[in-house]
Every structure is written in structure tokens, then in C-alpha cells.
């Protein structure tokens, strides 16, 4: 092996520049060259995309810490459902990421990205291009995945916001609804729900009922606590009810989620005469420095990926379970959703935390 590339793919989560370093590192201490590919696939298919950029220890050096990536930008763009120039519908360009690669001298590639790009990189592999895969999203929903970059970082954030608003909550006697992101798994809200001593959490696994959050804080109004805290996720459903969808999908794009929280805000204040407020966190979440934990995984992940590739062994994505370095097939990489008879559920369960059931 000579030369290898990485890319990132989906939403920005922090930790991708810690791998992106790793990655690099790992590479020249193999004597391979390692390029950057800039803006997803748009570096490999569109001229305007910014191309690749060699990516030598010097241009990875002091970057662990920053969020964002050093690869001007990341996108959910799909090279086999590619817009055309200017048209509706979508196109294969598959073939053109191969070639763009071997044009490039590209021998071996790793992504770095949640399940859509993960389901893509086994579509590259499948086809030839020898691909491994690093996990990252904010949501930490990649099934076997252990630890998906930038998941520790967003919790440690939405438990900060929560601690903050305990205050007005309980100097108001409000009822704070916080909306996390968590398009299908409610791993944010439930972690730092439990995290940051949340009343309730709603989650899109479990349909909500407002009557069951109301009892609840009904109850501890009768014992004068007013600092109520509901956290709930994104992609949080009302039984019988649907989604909340802030903007219609569109061709390439999933629906964009939001308006869950002013929601539940709106009918709590109905249901139990108290004021509430909603606040969203949102892509607060997505930004700023990654905490230790995601830089110390992202660092592992990606020197685990150049290895793998050393050893001939594409077309897994690394894991990290526990401190349990590993790999699954690309194949196999799914969402993970919180499952109802989760040990975290059970706790929160237990701890007297409304669930919304
Ligand atoms: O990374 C996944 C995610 O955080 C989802 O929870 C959310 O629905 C989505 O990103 C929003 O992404 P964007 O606003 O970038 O389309």
C-alpha cells in the first residue's frame, strides 16, 4: 500500500478531526501517504468540491481538539442516488468514485460517518475499493458500534444545558422542556435526562403520553417541587400520533425533525396550569470542542482502521466496546434503537423518571 484517503460523510459530530488525525498518523507511520478527501464525495465527483489534499503529519498537527472538520465541510450527499447538474431525481456515480480514486492513486479509503455513510461504504467495497469504516453521529445509534464518535461530547453538552435549566425552572416554577436531537434513537435524551436529573423523558421508541407526564408532575407539584425538567428527543412521538416535521423531505434530503418540544410544552402548560417553556439545543449539540473521551475513541478508532487496512482485512467498520477494540462486517451495520427492555430504561424506570408510558 502506498497511498490511502479519508473522508468524512453525514453531520458534523466533534471528534472528526481526532480521527481524521489518527488516521493520518497512523498512515505515515506505515510510510503511506494519506490525502483528505474535502467535502465528502463532492471532493471525488464535483470539480467545484475542493478535490483532495495531501494530509502529511504538519497539516494534522494541534487539530484533536478542534470540532468541525479540516476538510472544509461534510455533507449526507450519496454517491450512488447523486443529483444531476441541475435536474430532478437522482443518478449512480459510483463508478465515477472508483475512478475518481484510481485517477487519484487512491488504493484504499476510510469513511468516516454514521449509518448512511457506513451503508455506503459497504456499497464502495462491495464494488471493489477496499473501505473501512469509523463510526461517528451525535445520536450513538449504529448498531455493534460501541462507541460512535462525538456522542459522548453531545451528551456531556445537553447535560450542561439541563443543570442550567434546573435555575429557571426552579426560580420560576416552570416547567422546562428540552428538545434534543435523536432522529430515531433517543440515546442523547436518555443519557443526559438521567445524566442531568430530568422528571421525564420522551423518546422515539416509547410513544408519549401526556397524561402519564402530567400525573407525574401533578404529584410533585402536591409535594411543592416546581423545578420540573422534561427532556425530550427529536424524533419523539405521541401515542397514535405523528412525527414532528419542521420541513418536508426533499430529493437527497431527509425531512428535517423539530417542534416536538414546543409541542409537549404547549399541552403541558394546558394540561397542568403551569407555565412551561421550551428550548432546543439542536445543532448546539453538533458543535465545539469533542470532550476527552471522544478524542481518546476517535483516536483509537482511526489508528485501528489504518491497521486493519495493513492487515488486508477491508470492509469492516472498527468498534469499540467497552475497552474492547473490534470490527464488524460493513454488511451488518444497521441502527441501533433503545431497546425497550434496555437496563438504562429499567433504571430510569426504577429511579421513578416518566418514560411517558
Ligand atoms: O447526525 C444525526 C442528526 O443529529 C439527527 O439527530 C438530526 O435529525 C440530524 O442530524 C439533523 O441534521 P441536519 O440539520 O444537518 O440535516
Known sequence: MQRIAV????????????????????????????????????????????????????AVQGIGHLGGTILGTTNRADPFRWPPPGGRGEIDRSDDVLAACARHGIEALVMIGGDGTLRIAAGLHRKGLPVVGVPKTIDGDVAGAGVTLGFASAVAFATEAIDRLHCSAQSHRRVMVVEVMGRYAGWIALHAGLAGGAHAILLPEIPFDLAA???????????????????????????????????????????????????????????????SRAVVLGHLLRGGSPVAADRVAALRLGDAAVQALAEGRAGVMMTLNGDVPGAIPLEEVSTWRVPVDHPLLRTARSLGVCLGE
Request: with cysteine; aromatic share 2%; net charge neutral.
Open 7 to 58: 473522508m468524512t460523510g453525514g453531520g458534523d459530530a466533534p471528534g472528526l478531526n481526532a480521527a481524521l488525525r489518527a488516521v493520518a498518523l497512523a498512515a505515515h507511520g506505515r510510510g503511506w501517504e494519506c490525502l483528505g478527501v474535502r467535502a465528502s464525495f463532492n471532493g471525488l465527483l464535483d470539480n467545484g468540491g475542493g478535490g483532495v489534499v495531501p494530509l502529511p503529519p504538519d
Open 213 to 275: 407526564v402530567t400525573r407525574l408532575l401533578a404529584e410533585r407539584d402536591a409535594r411543592n417541587r416546581p423545578d420540573d425538567i422534561v427532556v425530550v428527543a427529536e424524533g419523539a412521538r405521541p401515542v397514535r400520533g405523528q412525527l414532528f416535521v419542521a420541513d418536508p423531505a426533499v430529493p437527497g434530503r431527509s425531512e428535517r425533525l423539530g417542534g416536538v418540544g414546543a409541542h409537549v410544552a404547549r399541552q403541558l402548560e394546558l394540561l397542568t396550569g403551569k407555565e
